[in-house]
Nanobody, 126 residues
Framework: QVQLVESGGGLVQAGGSLTLSCAAS????????MGWFRQTPGKDREFVAA????????RYSDSVKGRFTISRDNAKSTLYLQMNSLKPEDTAIYYC???????????????????WGQGTQVTVSS
């Protein structure tokens, strides 16, 4: 079992920045690929970014590429999402997720992840 707790969400003006954190507990953090997904009311959960267990491979959705940076600190069992140049359309609940033995292609698939946090709200005002 892996327990995930997100933090760092909040209200920010367009063009601003936020950093989300996801603290993991349970099994060895470095064994898991980690992902960030987001969801708005009435829509499916959307892939945002993912990172391999070692941190050597990263993937981003086209909508956040160049603005968001995913990183991890395996010594602290913590995942991060640095979000810059935020837009109102980035408003969503952001979830972190953990998946074991994911291929690079699978890192973008919601169903590939076994463990999920409770989510943190990010609101970007125009």
């Amino acid at each position: 079992q892996v327990q995930l707790v997100e933090s760092g969400g909040g209200l920010v003006q367009a063009g601003g920045s936020l950093t989300l954190s996801c603290a993991a507990s349970g099994r060895t953090f470095s064994r898991y690929a980690m992902g960030w997904f987001r969801q708005t009311p009435g829509k499916d959960r959307e892939f945002v970014a993912a990172i391999s267990g070692s941190g050597g491979t990263k993937r981003y959705s086209d909508s956040v590429k160049g603005r968001f940076t995913i990183s991890r600190d395996n010594a602290k069992s913590t995942l991060y999402l640095q979000m810059n140049s935020l837009k109102p359309e980035d408003t969503a609940i952001y979830y972190c997720a953990a998946g074991n033995s994911l291929s690079i292609a699978a890192m973008q698939w919601e169903k590939a992840y076994s463990y999920w946090g409770q989510g943190t709200q990010v609101t970007v005002s125009s």
